[in-house]
């Protein structure tokens, strides 16, 4: 395993850190407030490129390779405080975007990609339901062929950018099929009849981005809108979290360097007792401690980039990264609330704002205790459920 890291990547990490830092930060309190999402913003980040940067030039995007993609995702966690804006980035790109360059077909890739590249559309992915959460195979939402199209009903919950959505992946169980080679996804567009958001939601954290119902009402899909082969939405389903299992975690590492960054600045600046709060142990083992949670959480997540940058899974792999980098990021913002004691504790500081928004980051794409379970499957202490591998199915 190669840790060096190019001129390139890391200059490319230092511009969007700059553009980050001049472009998307402002009225953040406010906006966050009003759970407002930051339409400038986003449209500002696709015209940068980051929305494209996984996907080739020949689709719109930049053709950045894994590793410097996660570099890249590092650079806008740390240089952009709007954690719900960098969430519905990473949403839009790990589970809508590549489950379409990595199934779709030739026409789906050029009819959708470059849209999503240049920020035109924005894509979401929809598998949760209301009674089917970490146990997503036993989703209740149906598909049931007729001639050249398929009529999906069923209701979706807690789905990142449903408010806003152009473009939903959504998973359904095809009627008269069993087992979780009975799921397909389908690629439904805004507008299409009988695809509605039922409500919107609001949240603890995250706030900036939106959160909704969705809802399939005899809605009527194109057969060629079917993404991958009847029955393989359970490995799309578990492709792109593998990808946004890892790479959604870079940013939220780059937010825990700023973090730091804050906590070191106002520990020698804050005096109390006649000297630097840094200068007690209590503070500094706070900060030595986020210092190597920062460390190791970017050792887990550069290893998943090497092993698919080598053409390798990284299921299990990913559930590590996802499972501690979310628990660190925790447990970060929680020290910097401390450190900064009641000032941390104050809106106006930008510190409880993290807190709120790491929160999350245990719950989506697999909670930590699901997480767990991936693990100890691997290991083979479970037959396979949580994960399905389902290797016979990788030429879809």
């Given amino acids: 395993m190669d840790f060096s890291l190019g001129d390139e990547e890391l200059a490319l990490k230092d511009s969007i850190i700059e553009f980050a830092q001049k472009e998307l930060n402002k009225n953040i309190i406010e906006r966050d407030k009003k759970c407002e999402f930051f339409r400038e913003g986003w449209e500002k980040c696709a015209e940068f490129g980051i929305h494209g940067l996984p996907i080739p030039h ?8 894994i590793i410097t993609t996660i570099l890249a995702m590092e650079g806008l966690g740390y240089g952009c405080k709007d954690n719900g804006l960098i969430f519905s980035i990473n949403a839009h790109m790990w589970s809508c975007e590549m489950p379409i360059l990595t199934f779709g077909n030739e026409d789906q890739k050029k009819k959708y990609l470059p849209k999503l590249c240049s920020g035109e559309y924005i894509g979401i992915h929809a598998m949760t339901e209301p009674n ?5 195979f036993s989703l209740q939402t149906t598909a049931r062929k007729v001639r050249d199209k398929y009529i999906l009903n069923g209701t979706k919950m807690f789905i990142t950018d449903a408010p806003i959505a152009d473009l939903v992946l959504v998973f359904a169980k095809l009627e008269q099929s069993k087992g979780m080679r009975a799921i397909s996804a389908f690629l439904v567009e805004k507008g299409t009849p009988g695809f509605s958001v039922s409500k919107e939601l609001d949240k603890m954290g995250l706030r900036t981005s939106p959160m909704g119902e969705v ?4 809605c009527e899909v194109p057969e060629e809108n079917l993404l991958g082969k009847e029955g393989a939405g359970g490995f799309i389903f578990n492709s792109s979290m593998e990808w946004e299992r890892s790479c959604i975690l870079a940013s939220c590492v780059g937010t825990m360097e700023r973090q730091l960054e804050t906590c070191v600045k106002y520990a020698m600046e804050r005096h109390q007792f006649g000297r630097p709060i840094g200068r007690f142990q209590s503070i500094s083992n706070k900060i030595a401690e986020m210092k190597v949670r920062i460390e190791t959480s970017k050792l887990l997540i550069y290893k998943i980039g090497w092993l698919k940058k080598i053409g390798k899974r990284a299921i299990m792999e990913s559930a ?7 628990e660190c990021f925790i447990k970060s913002s929680l020290d910097a609330i401390q450190i900064h004691g009641g000032y941390g504790y104050m809106t106006e500081f930008e510190v409880e704002r993290d807190l709120r928004d790491s929160v999350a980051s245990t719950i989506y794409s697999g909670t930590s205790e699901i997480q767990k379970l991936i693990i100890a499957e691997w290991l083979g202490l479970y037959k396979p459920y949580f994960s399905h591998p389902l290797e016979d199915e990788s030429d879809n």
């Fill in 215 to 218: 809802v399939f009402d005899n």
């Fill in 132 to 136: 089917s959460g970490s146990d997503a």
């Fill in 58 to 65: 020949e689709y719109g995007g930049t053709g950045s390779d």
């Fill in 320 to 326: 590590i990264a996802k499972l501690y980098v979310s």
